[in-house]
């Protein structure tokens, strides 16, 4: 057993606790544990040596990386009796679970390189936009909600197939556009409405899709906005968001006036799952590769028929 003395001063700490806590559920990289604890790589791995030295965690190579797990056990009763007092270790649970669910998602990194290469090298004929345009026709005629639609760029592409597009704002202006550019293009089944994400001025139960793109981050209470779609939504209706992953950019609330830095996946879910929809799943679909190197994530789920 590693010395008493010398592990109580390194459990005082709560990162390290949060990082014996997954340790001692699952083998990790400190790739997974950067994604799992939202943690810059130099101080977890600054606290993985803290806690190899004093005998808690051991560590073993899998190609090139490191993967690093619980080693003395007979710390495991103290570290869950500790868990109660540490307000992120359920977060934490959920976050390994996704992690851990990605680690088997092999299939998902070829096509994301697949994805990367589109349109990289020039082929006449193929491009981004006949590609959505062939999604976009194969899509069922349905009812669907655009919450914080700004100018209404996707909501226009929507409505070439959607039976009815509902684009909402709480622009006045965005509405206005929006509005005299649909009439100028001929566009009748799409409607603007000036409202709230947290309040849209849509009937419950009447939308088949709610979607929110690059507009969840500026809603001042985005759960709230997610319960409100939820409400909007027939039985067996969907939810789709595109966001931003969590992000340091500070000057986005400036630039962008952005309200939020991004969600992690975590956080997207719990959103989903509690305002109450099912099969709730997400992806990152896309990596920009200049900075500050934006990420995109993909979340969906489904309101029960109950």
């Known amino acids: 057993m590693a010395s008493i003395l010398k592990s109580l001063r390194v459990l005082a700490d709560v990162s390290r606790l949060r990082l014996l806590l997954l340790l001692e559920r699952e083998e990790l990289s400190v790739a997974e544990l950067q994604e799992i604890l939202a943690m810059g790589q130099s101080r977890i791995s600054t606290h993985l040596a803290q806690l190899k030295q004093a005998g808690l965690v051991e560590d073993r190579k899998q190609g090139k990386n490191s993967l690093y797990r619980l080693k003395d056990r007979d710390w495991v009763e103290l ?164 966001d931003l992953k969590k992000h340091g950019f500070e000057q986005a609330r400036e630039l962008y006036a952005d309200t939020w830095l991004g969600f992690s996946e975590v956080e997207l879910r719990r959103f989903l799952e509690n305002a109450g929809f099912e099969t709730v799943r997400s992806w990152i679909v896309d990596h920009e590769l200049k900075a500050p190197a934006f990420e995109t994530i993909l979340a969906m789920g489904v309101k029960s028929t109950a």
């Open 79 to 242: 570290l869950h009796a500790a868990a109660k007092e540490v307000p992120e270790a359920e977060e934490d649970a959920k976050a390994l679970c996704l992690a851990v669910e990605k680690r088997s998602d092999k299939v998902r990194g070829y096509f994301d390189e697949l994805a990367g290469k589109f349109g990289r090298n020039y082929v006449p004929g193929r491009s981004w936009k006949g590609l959505s345009e062939t999604l976009l026709q194969l899509m069922p005629p349905m009812v669907i909600a655009d919450l914080g639609a700004g100018e209404g760029t996707f909501s226009q592409l929507l409505a070439q197939r959607a039976e009815r597009v509902i684009a909402v704002d709480n622009s006045a202006k965005m509405v206005e556009f929006g509005s005299r550019l649909a009439a100028e293009n001929g566009v009748t089944n799409l409607e603007y409405r000036l409202g709230d994400l947290e309040a849209p001025p849509i009937a419950d139960s009447s939308i088949d899709l709610a979607f929110f793109s690059q507009s969840l981050h500026h809603a001042p209470h985005p759960a709230e906005a997610v319960l409100a779609a939820h409400r909007l939504l027939k039985p067996t209706g969907r939810i789709v968001i595109l």
